[in-house]
Nanobody
Framework: QVQLVESGGEPVQTGGSLRLSCRASGLAANMRINTMGWYRQSPENQRELVASISSDGITKYADSVLGRFFLSRDYAQNTVSLQMHSLRPDDTNVYYC???????????????WGQGTQVTVSS
């Protein structure tokens, strides 16, 4: 069973930095991770993309974090890290790691989620 284990969420003051990490484990030999990334809850209680990185290194960022958050991925270790700078109170949220996993020979993906890690930015 694929599991995503997150770490790094903690209280921080406005302007501070944090690094969130996520590691995927339990992948079968015929599984490949396509996209990995981080999401958080929107005010409408939907999970919205913070940042993602594809299997060929293409990154996407939410407009609100552009230039402040930076995503990196270790393909060998199945990990993804989100370096967050210039944190603001409106970044306060639960951050969820996501991995889109495909089995070789199949065209569809299954999405897996971590439990979430709390980031709290105080003013």
């Amino acid at each position: 069973q694929v599991q995503l284990v997150e770490s790094g969420g903690e209280p921080v003051q406005t302007g501070g930095s944090l690094r969130l990490s996520c590691r995927a484990s339990g992948l079968a030999a015929n599984m490949r991770i396509n996209t990995m990334g981080w999401y958080r809850q929107s005010p409408e209680n939907q999970r919205e993309l913070v940042a993602s990185i594809s299997s060929d290194g293409i990154t996407k960022y939410a407009d609100s974090v552009l230039g402040r958050f930076f995503l990196s991925r270790d393909y060998a270790q199945n990990t993804v890290s989100l370096q967050m700078h210039s944190l603001r109170p409106d970044d306060t949220n639960v951050y969820y790691c996501n991995a889109a996993v495909r089995r070789l020979g199949r065209s569809y993906e299954n999405n897996y989620w971590g439990q979430g890690t709390q980031v709290t930015v105080s003013s």
